[in-house]
């Protein structure tokens, strides 16, 4: 029997491995629900553009293209998959190995790889163009022509029109090879890749670089807790693997005599994860952001396990349950046979029960929600556009649209999970949120808040002024208070996450614009006690809480 089994195993190719990930992953895309963000980037896919509030728009692109043959969930994710499998088969390629059956077997024990393998997620153009990136960076290599130049331009910009992150791959790659510096064939293709990512810049121009701002100051700034980088160490080895990446890191420890590429992939490896391991003092890092080095520890672990038999034999040992488990878990995503309460798998079931239930309480009122994820899963499923007011939340899309415009006073059906008022959702995957009935629904997230120079560093108990100024988008009426809601504009103290003081401004924001072209000085008193500090700038409305178009300022007393 063992005979037979290897002599299967040596009629196998790589082609019928990518044709068994693309069958597995085909039927998980076409028979889950959408993730909640999957179903926020397909709106991004109905307007085209060359960027968006929270990424670049390679996704948006696949998922146009994907939909344009079907608007089911498989035609959201076709190109994600296709993309992830072509992915994989460069990177088998790229090894060097003549070992199918271990590739299957490293590539079904990656947790976070068959996570993503069906999902349209911006990671999965991310993985491919950093997979053609090593390609064409090793034809590159081999023979510096304006060919091979020009390729590397267009995917260098792929990478960074895919995510951010993309750069990171081209900075370490640099890193490993100064000699590239001076390559005028390189130098040449950098600045046509430039060139060729020059319309997104000039997106991010047109719309105040919210994408930049957002992503370098716009996150977490709490204090430094040691269980965040905890949290990212331990997330690194359970994501890819977690026994695989024990073996993929030996074999990246281990690997002997690189050369230029191959110095590439672990300078990639390496730099990537120090990079986002120093992310991690300053905020929560998404365990998925160091995809790429995905790519370079599977060349580095076919490369190393090539004439190591009792390595590959100790894989397919601790290999083999974790595939099983990932395949158990697959089938929970798809229909749930254990009773488990995990909320990543719970988002991908029983959102069309959730939405029939949110479009029944409406009563056929305007929807509108307080979630941005809430709104992509109710417009997908319910066939019709829900805007979210991100009241409480941050800025996202849905601002850079002024989706809910079209909703100012009018009586809506807000789908929230914090006012007291409403009919309880019964979904048990959406447990606290409610439908509320809104008679007149007031719309500030269009004001734009700008604060002129203020002091950063102050004495105790000290006052200070901060000027203010509020520029609207619309004729001042359309900001006046709605029905039993007032809107103010507050300046907030906070330590931490506690709120220390609030400051109120007196007069109505359409008065505001109005009589002083909005214009309004507070006059602030530093806290008693040293320290960092937090004031916050807001447009809020009474109960229903503030809006998206914050400005947070920094503050030190000494």
């Known amino acids: 029997m063992l005979n037979k089994l290897k002599h299967i195993a040596t009629d196998i190719k790589i082609q019928h491995v990518i044709i068994v990930w693309l069958a597995v992953n085909l039927?998980?895309?076409?028979?889950?629900?959408?993730?909640?963000?999957?179903?926020?980037?397909?709106?991004?896919?109905?307007?085209?553009?060359?960027?968006?509030f929270d990424h670049p728009p390679m996704l948006a692109l696949f998922i146009r293209i994907g939909t344009l043959i079907t608007n089911y969930e498989i035609g959201v994710r076709l190109l994600s998959v296709l993309a992830i499998a072509s992915g994989l088969?460069?990177?088998y390629r790229l090894s060097g190995a003549n070992n199918p059956v271990l590739f299957l077997a490293a590539i079904m024990s990656i947790f976070g790889l068959n996570l993503l393998g069906f999902l349209a997620l911006p990671d999965a153009p991310l993985l491919l163009f950093t997979v053609l990136f090593f390609v064409i960076y090793r034809k590159f290599l081999g023979n510096e022509n304006f060919r091979n130049a020009i390729l590397l331009s267009f995917i260098m910009a792929a990478l960074l029109y895919s995510k951010y992150h993309g750069i990171l791959v081209i900075v370490f790659t640099i890193a490993s090879n100064p000699k590239l510096l001076k390559s005028s064939k390189f130098w040449f293709s950098t600045v046509l890749g430039a060139i060729l990512f020059v319309?997104?810049?000039?997106?991010?121009?047109?719309?105040?670089?919210?994408?930049?701002?957002y992503h370098l100051f716009g996150r977490s700034s709490a204090p430094y807790e040691f269980s965040v980088t905890l949290e990212y160490v331990i997330g690194q080895i359970?994501?890819?693997?977690?026994?695989?990446?024990?073996?993929m890191y030996t074999a990246l420890v281990r690997y002997k005599s690189p050369d230029s590429f191959e110095r590439a992939l672990i300078w990639n490896v390496c730099g990537i994860t120090c990079f986002f391991l120093l992310s991690s003092f300053k905020g929560r890092v998404e365990v998925n952001w160091t995809l790429p080095v995905l790519i370079p520890l599977l060349i580095l672990f076919m490369k190393y396990s090539k004439d190591r038999p009792v390595f590959r034999k100790r894989f397919y040992y601790m290999a083999a349950p974790v595939i099983l488990l990932i395949l158990m878990f697959r089938i929970q995503m798809i229909h749930p046979v254990i009773d488990m309460d995990i909320s990543r798998i719970d988002d991908l079931r029983n959102q069309k029960s959730f939405v029939k239930e949110v479009v029944s309480m409406s009563h056929g009122l305007p929807i509108v929600t307080n979630s941005y994820q809430k709104a992509g899963i109710i417009s997908y499923y319910s066939g019709s556009f829900v805007p979210s007011t991100n009241l409480n939340g941050r800025r996202n899309q849905f601002d850079l649209w002024h989706?809910?415009?079209?909703?100012?006073?009018?009586?809506?059906?807000?789908?929230?999970?914090?006012l007291e008022s409403g009919e309880n959702i019964n979904n048990p995957l959406n447990k606290g949120f409610k439908v509320t009935v809104i008679d007149s629904l007031p719309v500030m997230n269009d004001i734009i808040i700008t604060v002129k120079q203020v002091k950063?560093?102050?004495?105790?108990?000290?006052e200070f002024k901060i000027d203010v100024i509020l520029e609207a988008g619309k004729p001042y009426r359309r900001y006046k208070d709605a029905g039993e809601f007032k809107t103010r504009l507050e300046a907030e103290v906070y330590s931490g996450d506690n709120l220390l003081r609030a400051e109120v401004c007196p007069f109505p924001v359409n008065e505001l614009l109005e009589r002083y072209d909005g214009k309004y000085s507070f006059r602030i008193i530093s806290p008693p006690k040293k320290g960092r500090y937090n004031i916050v700038l807001a447009i809020k409305t009474s109960e229903l809480g503030?809006?998206?178009?914050?400005?947070p300022i920094g503050l030190r007393v000494y």
Do not use: C, M
């Open 27 to 52: 039927f998980s895309a076409a028979f889950t629900l959408l993730y909640t963000d999957e179903s926020y980037y397909r709106l991004f896919a109905g307007q085209l553009a060359f960027g968006y």
């Open 89 to 91: 088969f460069f990177t």
């Open 199 to 213: 319309p997104h810049l000039i997106w991010q121009a047109e719309n105040n670089f919210v994408t930049l701002s």
């Open 238 to 247: 359970f994501y890819y693997g977690p026994f695989t990446a024990i073996f």
């Open 403 to 418: 989706s809910a415009d079209s909703l100012r006073f009018r009586k809506v059906a807000y789908l929230n999970n914090y």
């Open 456 to 462: 950063n560093h102050i004495g105790t108990s000290k």
């Open 546 to 551: 503030i809006w998206s178009n914050r400005v």
